[in-house]
């Protein structure tokens, strides 16, 4: 019985790590085209999970909700924030702190 046990512990750890990765590349994609958008530059280029919580999709379903940060620059000396909100794989808002917390869809 705890040989079962083990193999659906070691199979949700490979689960979870696939969907954040997934997650985590959605995520870096879309705060790269927001940064394009506004001729911004992504610093570092990567995002930085702040936030992990589980919630409820539109249909009931469980899902994992994330938040993550990422530094951008607009002049290439002062740098700025932007947050990305992802419910699942779904990218819920992403956040430019441009002048006064501009929203890019």
Not at 8 to 26: C, N, P, T, Y
Not at 46 to 55: G, I, N, P, S
Not at 94 to 104: A, P, Q, W
Request: aromatic share 8%; with cysteine.
């Amino acid at each position: 019985m705890s040989e079962i046990l083990y193999f659906v512990i070691l199979g949700f750890i490979i689960w979870f790590w696939r969907d954040s990765m997934q997650a985590r590349e959605q995520a870096v994609l879309a705060g790269s085209r927001a940064c394009q958008q506004i001729n911004a530059q992504l610093l570092d280029q990567t995002v930085v999970l702040t936030k992990l919580r589980l919630c409820r999709t539109k249909t009931g379903t469980m899902a994992l909700c994330r938040l993550y940060i990422f530094d951008f620059t607009l002049d290439g000396q002062s740098r700025r924030e932007g947050t990305i909100t992802m419910k699942g794989q779904v990218i819920l808002d992403l956040v430019l702190d441009v002048d006064h917390s501009t929203t890019i869809q």
